[in-house]
């Protein structure tokens, strides 16, 4: 690997450990792959040879597809092992599950887990390159970067852009991983929920804390709204799903006092008619989908960079295309 | 009768307030004289103190033996043998073994067995509650006439306060200390470490400071209102020390423990998700850890506790979340306290000896803790100049979780001495 650029290190365990250069570039080497996405062949082979295991201890749709997508189209063999049905459903303990990976000859391993702090457990004790899919409430990396970057398509900027994120705050790793990368990056960060939803501490990270959603929406350039899980009614965090979307859900009523327009992003999967309104969902200030697209990009360039791409590379890795 | 003449040691007896260059007779397992220039006794043996100091052996009000049902964590054995290697001639021994020790028969073989082990002596605590289920009492003249001194659920809140008053209550009738772990256990259900700007961070479910200080509060209400002794485990938060605090000014019985973890180390230590920092109560913040020292030093918690808990490896290398509770303190409590609170000014020597001998066992109403003629000779000798490096690997303890592995210490037990009898030696 040659340049100056920074490497990233063996694994991306979240947004808080790296550096403001390091996010950059992480989202500088997206860009050529968000062409790749839009070709007719759909492939390039830097990682021709590599085996990547998916492991899903949680799970998920969306992200587990869109890093099957970024792997087989940097022309990765991959092998998906979910929480059921495999020897994790058994009591296999997540440190031997691992050993037996490694003794596979992997060379990445993607996972989801529920516990915070899995991610780095698995890091810590694999030669392999590790990449957080999601631990617990702590950190969702990749999805934190295709937020960051459909925000900067869509700005130009991240420097002094406001940008809120309204919800559930205390159970999402969405959230701090925004929070994390945004900050280092030159945003302004709010948050806004109900208090009961808003972790102790929070101000501490550096985020401008919203009573109310009507505040936050004159404040903010963007808006990052958090899926409300239907569990946390049951815990009494919100008395009722009613009167959360009428206080704290993102309706059309709502963005048409914003002085300006304002940018929404969701990380999905929508609650209609909950956290957001349909309309709104669907409307012009929407980049739901496009963080989707977004989303297949980052996660190649993380691969690509783990795998020892070099950025500047990036943009030739384009050019093999259909090769 | 054999004697033994403990020669040229700086001999602390905190009990009495004596601080003196001088000497230690044991005769028959007893300590005979205490002071300069003894002669040794007939054909007596001889011990040179000299650069030592002497002082009563530790007690400890809470640890967890593990025997029986989990002696892939601790045995009785393993457990004393640390327990001398740490310089603790005495440890009350918690009851939530399998099965729970909450009844005279299982009692008297935690006697029993500390008997046979040889090392320190085992005081074994019996439930409050049958099972620890918080339901009904245990029989607690039965098991007081079968050797416990005192009463605990052991790690869990006696939820109800009918039963926590019931227990404060009848436990009068036997003249032992109820034992508790003070915690609202709704609030702090889930949670795996403290709740605050780490837990945030890390995601993690946080336990808040403010349901130990309930569950102290409403413990400190009830002792009151009985007149029962309340004994409160491991206190974490400056707001229960403060409770306490007032609560002595008011004349309530109550008495306190603190752990050298609680008192050493905050929740910034969880940033990693290093399981060997997880423990119940949690690290706390700084503010908290200022608070814990200063009330040890002035008197409002009476002793330090390891509460022991030794952990199998494995149960320990799991994603945090499922990782258990707990960390071993038997063979590090003295050293890292000696060199990050007396070297540190914080606490005197004696003062600390105190904590360690002397108020634990007015605590808990346990013999020992003092250098009196004619009571057992259970002594520590401490080198407090030795520098030395804490190894996990090398503890007698099975438990090998310590918060404290590679540490770099000042001051450490070069033997222990259990009526008379050397039990341990560097």
């Given at each position: 690997?040659?340049?100056?650029?920074?490497?990233?290190?063996?694994?991306?365990?979240?947004?808080?450990?790296?550096?403001?250069?390091?996010?950059?570039?992480?989202?500088?080497?997206?860009?050529?792959?968000?062409?790749?996405?839009?070709?007719?062949?759909?492939?390039?082979?830097?990682?021709?040879?590599?085996?990547?295991?998916?492991?899903?201890?949680?799970?998920?749709?969306?992200?587990?597809?869109?890093?099957?997508?970024?792997?087989?189209?940097?022309?990765?063999?991959?092998?998906?092992?979910?929480?059921?049905?495999?020897?994790?459903?058994?009591?296999?303990?997540?440190?031997?599950?691992?050993?037996?990976?490694?003794?596979?000859?992997?060379?990445?391993?993607?996972?989801?887990?529920?516990?915070?702090?899995?991610?780095?457990?698995?890091?810590?004790?694999?030669?392999?390159?590790?990449?957080?899919?999601?631990?617990?409430?702590?950190?969702?990396?990749?999805?934190?970067?295709?937020?960051?970057?459909?925000?900067?398509?869509?700005?130009?900027?991240?420097?002094?852009?406001?940008?809120?994120?309204?919800?559930?705050?205390?159970?999402?790793?969405?959230?701090?991983?925004?929070?994390?990368?945004?900050?280092k990056l030159g945003a302004e960060v709010g948050v806004c929920g109900p208090r009961t939803l808003l972790p102790a501490g929070i101000e501490e990270l550096g985020v401008r804390v919203f009573g109310r959603v009507e505040g936050a929406v004159e404040w903010a350039d963007a808006i990052n709204v958090l899926r409300l899980q239907l569990e946390r009614m049951q815990d009494g965090f919100v008395p009722s799903l009613r009167e959360y979307n009428r206080v704290f859900g993102i309706t059309r009523e709502l963005l048409e006092q914003a002085p300006g327009q304002l940018l929404i992003l969701h990380p999905g999967p929508m609650n209609r008619g909950v956290e957001i309104d349909s309309d709104v969902a669907d409307g012009p200030h929407s980049v739901i989908l496009q963080q989707v697209t977004n989303g297949v990009a980052v996660r190649m360039a993380v691969l690509y960079l783990l795998a020892g791409g070099a950025p500047h590379l990036a943009e030739a890795a384009r050019d093999w295309a259909g090769a | 009768m054999s004697s033994l003449l403990i020669r040229g040691g700086r001999v602390i007896d905190p009990a009495a307030g004596a601080d003196l260059e001088?000497?230690?007779?044991?005769?028959?397992?007893?300590?005979?004289?205490?002071?300069?220039?003894?002669?040794?006794?007939?054909?007596?043996?001889?011990?040179?103190?000299?650069?030592?100091?002497?002082?009563?052996?530790?007690?400890?009000?809470?640890?967890?033996?593990?025997?029986?049902?989990?002696?892939?964590?601790?045995?009785?054995?393993?457990?004393?043998?640390?327990?001398?290697?740490?310089?603790?001639?005495?440890?009350?021994?918690?009851?939530?073994?399998?099965?729970?020790?909450?009844?005279?028969?299982?009692?008297?073989?935690?006697?029993?067995?500390?008997?046979?082990?040889?090392?320190?002596?085992?005081?074994?605590?019996?439930?409050?509650?049958?099972?620890?289920?918080?339901?009904?009492?245990?029989?607690?003249?039965?098991?007081?006439?079968?050797?416990?001194?005192?009463?605990?659920?052991?790690?869990?809140?006696?939820?109800?306060?009918?039963?926590?008053?019931?227990?404060?209550?009848?436990?009068?009738?036997?003249?032992?200390?109820?034992?508790?772990?003070?915690?609202?256990?709704?609030?702090?259900?889930?949670?795996?470490?403290?709740?605050?700007?780490?837990?945030?961070?890390?995601?993690?479910?946080?336990?808040?400071?403010?349901?130990?200080?309930?569950?102290?509060?409403?413990?400190?209400?009830?002792?009151?209102?009985?007149?029962?002794?309340?004994?409160?485990?491991?206190?974490?938060?400056?707001?229960?020390?403060?409770?306490?605090?007032?609560?002595?000014?008011?004349?309530?019985?109550?008495?306190?423990?603190?752990?050298?973890?609680?008192?050493?180390?905050?929740?910034?230590?969880?940033?990693?998700?290093?399981?060997?920092?997880?423990?119940?109560?949690?690290?706390?913040?700084?503010?908290?850890?200022?608070?814990?020292?200063?009330?040890?030093?002035?008197?409002?918690?009476?002793?330090?506790?390891?509460?022991?808990?030794?952990?199998?490896?494995?149960?320990?290398?799991?994603?945090?979340?499922?990782?258990?509770?707990?960390?071993?303190?038997?063979?590090?409590?003295?050293?890292?306290?000696?060199?990050?609170?007396?070297?540190?000014?914080?606490?005197?020597?004696?003062?600390?000896?105190?904590?360690?001998?002397?108020?634990?066992?007015?605590?808990?109403?346990?013999?020992?803790?003092?250098?009196?003629?004619?009571?057992?000779?259970?002594?520590?000798?401490?080198?407090?100049?030795?520098?030395?490096?804490?190894?996990?690997?090398?503890?007698?303890?099975?438990?090998?979780?310590?918060?404290?592995?590679?540490?770099?210490?000042?001051?450490?037990?070069?033997?222990?001495?259990?009526?008379?009898?050397?039990?341990?030696?560097?």
């Open positions: 690997m040659s340049g100056t650029a920074p490497a990233l290190g063996k694994d991306l365990t979240g947004l808080e450990p790296l550096s403001a250069d390091q996010i950059r570039v992480i989202l500088d080497t997206a860009e050529p792959f968000k062409e790749i996405t839009g070709r007719r062949v759909k492939k390039v082979p830097v990682l021709r040879g590599k085996t990547i295991v998916n492991l899903f201890f949680e799970a998920s749709t969306r992200t587990r597809i869109s890093f099957e997508f970024a792997e087989k189209r940097l022309s990765a063999d991959t092998v998906n092992i979910g929480a059921v049905g495999s020897s994790v459903s058994k009591g296999e303990t997540l440190v031997d599950t691992a050993r037996n990976l490694e003794a596979m000859s992997i060379d990445m391993v993607v996972i989801r887990h529920w516990s915070a702090g899995a991610a780095a457990f698995l890091a810590a004790r694999i030669p392999s390159n590790v990449i957080n899919a999601g631990d617990g409430a702590h950190e969702h990396p990749t999805q934190g970067l295709l937020d960051i970057l459909t925000l900067r398509d869509h700005f130009g900027r991240l420097k002094g852009l406001r940008v809120c994120i309204v919800g559930d705050v205390l159970h999402s790793r969405v959230a701090r991983s925004n929070i994390y990368g945004l900050v | 001088g000497d230690v007779l044991v005769a028959g397992g007893r300590i005979g004289e205490v002071g300069p220039g003894l002669a040794a006794e007939g054909a007596g043996a001889a011990l040179d103190a000299g650069g030592l100091v002497v002082a009563p052996g530790f007690v400890d009000p809470h640890a967890h033996l593990c025997e029986p049902g989990w002696e892939h964590r601790e045995t009785i054995r393993s457990g004393v043998r640390a327990a001398v290697a740490g310089g603790y001639t005495a440890v009350c021994s918690m009851p939530d073994t399998d099965p729970v020790v909450d009844d005279p028969a299982s009692v008297g073989f935690i006697v029993a067995e500390g008997r046979r082990a040889g090392g320190a002596r085992v005081f074994p605590a019996a439930a409050v509650s049958a099972g620890r289920k918080g339901e009904q009492l245990t029989e607690f003249g039965e098991v007081v006439d079968a050797g416990a001194v005192a009463v605990t659920d052991a790690g869990r809140t006696v939820e109800s306060s009918t039963l926590m008053r019931l227990a404060l209550e009848y436990a009068q009738s036997f003249d032992i200390p109820v034992l508790a772990h003070c915690e609202d256990a709704d609030l702090a259900r889930g949670g795996v470490m403290h709740e605050g700007v780490v837990s945030t961070r890390l995601g993690l479910r946080g336990r808040p400071a403010v349901a130990e200080e309930i569950g102290v509060a409403r413990d400190l209400a009830l002792a009151e209102a009985t007149g029962g002794r309340l004994h409160i485990q491991r206190v974490s938060t400056a707001a229960a020390a403060g409770l306490i605090r007032r609560a002595r000014e008011r004349g309530v019985r109550v008495t306190a423990e603190v752990t050298p973890h609680h008192l050493l180390l905050t929740h910034d230590r969880l940033t990693g998700y290093g399981s060997e920092y997880k423990v119940n109560p949690p690290l706390r913040s700084a503010a908290d850890v200022r608070a814990l020292q200063a009330a040890l030093a002035d008197g409002t918690i009476d002793c330090v506790a390891t509460d022991h808990a030794p952990r199998h490896y494995d149960e320990k290398e799991q994603a945090f979340d499922d990782a258990p509770f707990g960390v071993v303190g038997l063979e590090t409590a003295f050293a890292v306290l000696h060199t990050r609170l007396v070297l540190a000014g914080v606490l005197t020597l004696a003062g600390l000896l105190e904590r360690m001998s002397a108020g634990p066992a007015r605590a808990l109403g346990l013999p020992g803790g003092a250098l009196e003629p004619g009571q057992p000779a259970d002594l520590v000798l401490i080198d407090p100049a030795m520098e030395w490096k804490i190894d996990a690997g090398s503890f007698l303890s099975r438990g090998r979780n310590t918060a404290f592995d590679g540490a770099e210490v000042t001051g450490g037990v070069v033997r222990t001495l259990v009526g008379g009898e050397t039990v341990w030696r560097l």
